[in-house]
């Protein structure tokens, strides 16, 4: 039996091991990072022990003010980072620091794409960054104790970071956590005082919390005094006019964990019934587990400038979860919890103004930087339209935000606004017309575009996997409806003069008995035929119904295990068309039935569907081609 007291051996978690052998093989082309990371790990502590002294003042001990100190020692090659928050007791070490994966480390190892520069900047944001002080140590030792408890259960947690570490419970003073890095040869500029301190003043400016180090110069045989190198006030309580673009950009590195500086940000401080201050970041990058449903985000919420949780969820929707941010209220109750927040008409109120703030950061964007606002959307976009269904409130504005690939340009780039295409409308142009497909080249080739294409109308092109379900709630933009180009019929409008429009009728007359042997050829397959005015250089196409389900749709909805109404598409020919001219010629009625099937099938594959039988299909083409080879 280990009695508690007595040092005891364990091994790393596996997956900890793992990243461990990483941290220390492959991570060292930016070893400066642990820096941010402990000392972001020390303002956590002291965030927590504030907040749980709220209801337990008793944990603040001695009362000492908050703080961090770093010092190193460059004869030991020591680098030191102490603070006294809320410290850990012997489990808590064991669990945190070793046995227990955290859910962010099988990720980020995932994760790695094998740029180390851009590897190790990622540590943090997968939730193990206390694993950084492996890249520039060889030996590190935690002393911790937690507030509160008695001065005997203070832990020592050594370890070399190779599959082991060491727990011991010891005599400890002072309550909180003292780090002590032994450099590797090759980290030795830490122990540098002068360098320490340039990159303490970069990670730790924004921190809400002093952070002290020794003097530069003692007098020999003197040991320095301490003193405060950071701001340490709250950036966002501090006046807009008084923060500059690099400390905005600063603490968003610092609450975000990343490397990069964002695209933008919105700061504010509301006054009157409800008061507080917001300050939100838009990311360049999209954070790993965007797109995981138990995927972290939310903005960190503070009262009374007291830090009280992260990732509170309730202060944006969902579709804006790409955004970070704090948010500080001054009438919430400092012992607020998840619960009541769900349930609070205040809050309900706040997530109203951000979800504005955060959309008018957006737009602005969108309106003055086009470049970053087009990362933004490479990044984030398919999240955004989420908002389309999330917010009928703000529907008409996260339309306005939306971005598309179009005709116009033909890049698959998806840059075009539904203003830039209102302002490209031709003369006569009634509606915002688009195509759906499976991906860019299947919807810049559809069929149906070959009239507009002929007409310089241009079309959007949409081949995002939920496309065609964000267009049924997109249905008109600045009074403009808009049309899927395979849906409905087509009314071209005033686009279509009055002679286009006889001619249409004329051919539509011509061709009624070809019409009708269609019909009967393929009555089982679909819903009618019509001729098309539709096509210019294809034989056929399919339309469906203004409601119906295009095929991406019914295959996601099938591939749920929905069942699904039937709806039979109407084929659309071309009478101008050789080959159905050449079918109209054919009077063999076995035969009009296979090439009409075939046109049929051809009709389908076009635009993206599968066929039900495809080895008649290629039964009957091969046939063809056999009698052509002959
Ligand atoms: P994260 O900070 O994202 O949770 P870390 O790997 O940086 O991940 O830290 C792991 C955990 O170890 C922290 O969540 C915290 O519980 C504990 N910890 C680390 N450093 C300290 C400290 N200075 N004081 C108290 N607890 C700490
Ligand atoms: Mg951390």
Redesign the pocket.
């Known amino acids: 039996m280990t009695s508690p007291s007595q040092k005891e051996t364990r091994g790393f978690e596996t997956e900890v091991s793992r990243l461990l052998h990483l941290m220390i093989h492959s991570l060292y082309s930016n070893p400066e990072i642990f820096l941010r990371?402990?000392v972001?790990?020390?303002a956590?502590?002291a965030d927590?022990l504030r907040f749980e002294a709220l209801a337990r003042p008793e944990l603040l001990e001695d009362g000492a003010a908050p703080g961090i100190w770093i010092e190193t020692d460059p004869e030991a090659r020591t680098v030191t980072?102490r603070?006294n928050?809320?410290?850990?007791d012997r489990d808590?070490v064991i669990s945190?620091?070793g046995t227990i994966a955290?859910s962010?480390t099988a990720e980020f190892i995932r994760n790695m794409s094998g740029d180390q520069k851009k590897d190790t900047q990622l540590i943090?944001q997968?939730?193990?960054?206390?694993?950084?002080a492996f890249v520039v140590a060889d030996h590190v030792d935690?002393f911790?104790r937690r507030a509160g408890s008695a001065t005997d259960t203070g832990v020592h947690w050594a370890s070399a970071g190779e599959g082991e570490f060491t727990v011991e419970t010891v005599m400890r003073e002072a309550r909180?956590?003292e780090?002590v890095l032994r450099l590797r040869e090759s980290a030795l500029e830490f122990a540098d005082a002068f360098r320490l301190r340039a990159i303490i003043h970069k990670y730790a400016e924004h921190i809400p919390l002093p952070v002290h180090m020794r003097q530069p110069a003692g007098e020999a045989g003197v040991t320095p005094d301490w003193e405060v190198v950071n701001k340490a006030t709250a950036l966002w309580t501090r006046p807009r006019s008084e923060i500059s673009d690099d400390e905005y950009k600063g603490f968003y590195q610092h609450i975000a964990?990343d490397f990069e500086d964002p695209l933008a940000w919105s700061h504010h401080r509301v006054e009157g019934k409800l008061e507080y201050t917001s300050l939100l970041y838009l990311p360049r990058r999209a954070p790993f587990d965007l797109y995981q449903r138990e995927g972290v985000h939310g903005l960190k919420l503070y009262v009374q400038r007291v830090f009280i949780m992260d990732n509170a969820e309730q202060f944006l929707p969902l579709y804006l979860r790409f955004i970070k941010g704090v948010v500080d209220s001054s009438d919430l109750p400092l012992n607020v919890s998840r619960e009541l927040l769900q349930k609070s008409e205040a809050i309900d109120s706040m997530r109203g103004a951000l979800t504005r703030r955060a959309l008018d950061m957006l737009g602005k964007l969108a309106g003055e930087q086009k470049d970053d606002y087009q990362a933004f959307w490479n990044a984030c976009g398919q999240v955004l339209k989420e908002g389309m269904a999330e917010d009928p409130a703000n529907r008409e504005r996260v339309a306005g935000l939306l971005r598309f690939a179009s005709t116009h340009g033909d890049s698959p780039a998806q840059d075009v606004s539904l203003a830039d295409y209102v302002v490209r409308m031709k003369e006569g142009q009634e509606k915002i017309y688009y195509v759906t497909a499976d991906n860019h080249a299947a919807a810049s080739q559809s069929p149906q575009l070959e009239i507009f294409r002929k007409k310089g109308v241009e079309v959007l092109l949409l081949c995002d996997r939920l496309d065609e379900w964000l267009m049924s709630y997109l249905t008109e933009f600045g009074g403009k409806s808009l049309q899927h180009v395979a849906k409905g019929e087509l009314d071209l409008g005033k686009l279509d003069s009055a002679e286009e429009k006889a001619e249409q009728e004329a051919l539509q007359q011509a061709a009624a008995p070809l019409l009708e042997r269609l019909r009967q050829a393929l009555a089982d397959r679909i819903g009618g035929v019509e001729v098309t005015q539709r096509l210019t250089d294809s034989p056929a196409c399919l339309v469906r119904g203004q409601h119906d389900l295009g095929h991406g749709l019914r295959e996601l909805l099938a591939a749920a295990g929905q069942a699904l109404p039937e709806a039979k598409p109407v084929l659309e020919v071309n009478p101008a068309h050789a080959l159905i001219r050449r079918l109209e010629a054919e009077t063999g009625e076995e035969r009009f039935a296979a090439l009409a099937a075939l046109v049929l099938d051809q009709a389908t594959l076009a635009e993206g569907g599968s066929l039900a039988d495809p080895a008649a299909y290629v039964r009957r083409v091969n046939a063809l081609l056999l009698e052509l080879l002959r």
């Open positions: 990371e402990l972001a790990n020390a956590d502590a927590k980072i603070d928050g809320i410290g850990m808590e945190n620091l955290r962010g943090g997968f939730g193990v960054g206390f694993y950084s935690v911790t909180g956590t780090i964990h």
